[in-house]
């Protein structure tokens, strides 16, 4: 009578044993490699973005508009550069940044107040999305032979109150810092970057999608509506390719 093969598992396999797990581990392969590609088809885009790794020296001038870090290129006086300092954090929190951004150890690249209106020279790498710029700041400089560029504002846009609806993001992780830089497993991430300070967003549903910089009346710098589908109501300006949504009242709707 021939013994019933028995698997020990400091011992070989018996040979009766061999075909069957054999085809165990084959059909356990099998079954890993369509659970990956059908994973990974259900997956969202995660964008056109870039964040070059060479760095940049750009002048320009230098000026904080509603909270928000800009720079308006000399060469190119009609678009404009959203502004961050590296990590997690807004350049120049304690005075240019929203309130979330002033506590305690902002962080941050600390900026003179007094640049606001001025000549900057920054030296820093870029990140772009569908022609909208930013720069993470290394260094930021006065220049006071070159004349600053006129600061008045721009108009809304849109003449009045207009709604949007899309997903919060933060600005910095949309443009290029992380794929995907949307969507819920990016949400702890991005509620990180809003409570440093760096610009809160809106990304609405359309293909490309359009973004706006979101600041005015935004409890807690977005942090708390990061990943959600929100509508906010208020006026749209525009710098260059940059716009952004001056929300006017703390009505944010799901």
Known sequence: MNPTPFFVGYLATPRPLRPFHRLIAALLLAWLLCAGLTFAAFQADAGPSTWASESIEMTGTFRCFEGVALIHAIDDPTDAFLLVSPNKVALGAPWCG???????????????????????????????????RMIEVASIVPVVAVPPLPMSSPPPLSGGLVALTGEVVDSKCFLGAMKPGTGSTHRACAALCLAGGIPAGLVTGETPPNFFVLTGNLPDNGAALVG???????????????????????????
């Open 228 to 254: 959600e589908t929100v509508t906010f109501s208020g006026e749209v300006v525009a710098f260059g390719t940059i716009r952004i949504l001056i929300i006017d009242a703390d009505d944010a709707r799901p």
């Open 98 to 132: 929203p309130p979330v951004a002033a506590g305690p150890s902002p962080g941050g690249l600390g900026v003179d107040p007094a640049l606001n209106g001025s000549t900057v020279t920054i030296r820093g790498t870029t990140l772009e999305r569908t022609g909208i």
